[in-house]
């Protein structure tokens, strides 16, 4: 079959790595891709808000299978343009990604079908929403409500620090329209794990485990970021904490959309922190996790393409989802500066000597080639260097040592990925 997938970053790297995989995938094409995407896929310049010219191109190619999983076209309609084309797509109608592009949306879903997540209020009025921090315990949550590329969210100490956050989120726009809206929510502690679930409106099949580290600096200090690193499986999901996410939150998720007139078909992701009171809902998003599908998806021996169908068929019950038993971890490599000022076009070396190892996948997110041919950065996180091994502590070992390999100027990276592994391993 033919296939079309839709985007251009590390996640879509991972996803086109698991799509050629499959056995079913005779062609596959990605709009628009990137450096790395172009080794095992044809990329083809249009944009993933390029609606039309998307449907176009699906059309003229005889696409049978598109796949998107992007948070901005997901909440502006992508599935529905392509179904109202009649042409198949695997990712969430617009109707059901407002749990991702609305977070007033969500929490108050969670809080009318009682899934557990943290306390909050949802604010329009700047002036409302800093006279309700005066009656607030700190430190305490604020986030954009809308899309904000994963990092429209600051945890502040105290007053001061929030009423400076609620002005930079609602009066200034740092995070552009997104911070229109604003949910202010009590600050949880505790384990942060990260569940994603194939979802056919009425059940779901949950991948394996993983954990992001989403700061920019060692230590988890610093700006939010896409994701500087993951690893999978999370050795703190244990058996009692999925019993417990089964019985209050998938399944109850799952339902109160389909409740809602709002059937969830995708990938569902699941934001938890693990806290003394249980597992609880940090946030949802309707798509693949970035940078967690670079730990998941290469431990997935299941055919993608049939489980999508799946989903999209309502058939998922009859896949029986398997990975292996390797573990993964993948280091974030970023431009200097990121996630605020930071330069592109700078050349990439030693990408040859990853690609002789079987045991390393190098995901390109913010790549390109230049007039020269040259591989050269063209985004914030550039790469993802993703080991896998027999256990965590031997794969986080060697996505270090792999990462090495890897030069360009300003590269930056955390070293401390998977370090809470060092307690329970």
């Known amino acids: 079959m033919k296939v079309l997938l839709i985007g251009g970053g590390g996640?879509?790297?991972?996803?086109?790595?698991?799509?050629?995989r499959s056995s079913r995938v005779e062609k596959l094409y990605c709009a628009p891709g990137n450096a790395g995407i172009a080794e095992i896929a044809e990329c083809v310049p249009i944009g993933v808000?390029?609606?039309?010219?998307?449907?176009?191109?699906?059309?003229?190619q005889q696409i049978d299978l598109a796949v998107c999983s992007q948070d901005d076209p997901l909440c502006a309609g992508i599935?529905?343009?392509?179904?109202?084309?009649?042409?198949?797509?695997?990712?969430?109608?617009?109707?059901?990604?407002?749990?991702?592009?609305?977070?007033?949306?969500?929490?108050?879903?969670?809080?009318?079908?009682?899934?557990?997540?943290?306390?909050?209020?949802?604010?329009?009025?700047?002036?409302?929403?800093?006279?309700?921090?005066?009656?607030?315990?700190?430190?305490?949550?604020?986030?954009?409500?809308?899309l904000a590329l994963g990092k429209g969210v600051l945890i502040c100490q105290d007053y001061d620090e929030a009423c400076a956050g609620v002005r930079e989120i609602m009066l200034d726009r740092h995070f552009g329209d997104a911070g229109s809206e604003m949910v202010i929510e009590e600050f949880m502690t505790g384990r942060e794990v990260s569940a994603l679930a194939f979802c056919d409106g009425t059940h779901y099949a949950l991948m394996s485990s993983s954990q992001d580290h989403k700061r920019i600096g060692d230590g988890d200090t610093g700006l939010n970021t896409g994701g500087m690193g993951t690893f999978s499986p999370s050795p703190f999901y244990t058996e009692e904490i999925d019993r417990q996410c089964r019985e209050r939150i998938y399944q109850k998720t799952v339902d109160a959309m389909a409740a809602e007139g709002r059937p969830f078909t995708g990938v569902l992701y699941f934001g938890l922190m693990l806290t003394q009171d249980g597992p609880k809902v940090v946030e949802y998003n309707t798509r693949f996790g970035d940078?967690?599908?670079?730990?998941?998806?290469?431990?997935?021996?299941?055919?993608l393409v049939d489980v999508m169908e799946a989903c999209m068929n309502g058939t998922l019950e009859q896949i029986q989802l398997k990975f292996s038993d390797d573990a993964a971890v993948c280091v974030v490599l970023a431009s200097g500066g990121y996630p605020e000022h930071y330069e592109k076009g700078k050349v990439i070396t030693g990408l040859d000597v990853l690609a002789k190892r079987d045991d390393i996948y190098c995901f390109h997110a913010g790549t390109r080639f230049d007039e020269a041919g040259h591989?050269?950065?063209?985004?914030?996180?550039?790469?993802?260097?993703?080991?896998?091994?027999?256990?965590?502590?031997?794969a986080r070992a060697k996505a270090y040592e792999a990462l090495e390999d890897v030069s360009f100027e300003g590269k930056y990276f955390r070293h401390d990925i998977g370090k809470a592994l060092d307690a329970v391993l």
């Open 11 to 20: 996640r879509e790297h991972a996803i086109a790595a698991a799509l050629k």
């Open 49 to 60: 808000m390029e609606f039309e010219k998307l449907i176009a191109f699906a059309k003229e």
């Open 79 to 146: 599935v529905d343009a392509f179904e109202a084309a009649d042409l198949k797509i695997f990712g969430t109608r617009a109707n059901a990604a407002i749990i991702e592009g609305s977070k007033a949306f969500s929490k108050n879903l969670m809080k009318k079908y009682g899934i557990p997540t943290a306390s909050y209020e949802v604010f329009t009025d700047a002036d409302a929403a800093i006279e309700y921090l005066k009656t607030q315990k700190f430190p305490i949550v604020l986030k954009a409500s809308g």
């Open 291 to 303: 940078p967690e599908t670079q730990v998941v998806l290469p431990r997935m021996e299941t055919d």
């Open 375 to 394: 591989v050269v950065t063209s985004g914030g996180r550039v790469m993802g260097i993703t080991a896998l091994a027999p256990d965590l502590k031997s």
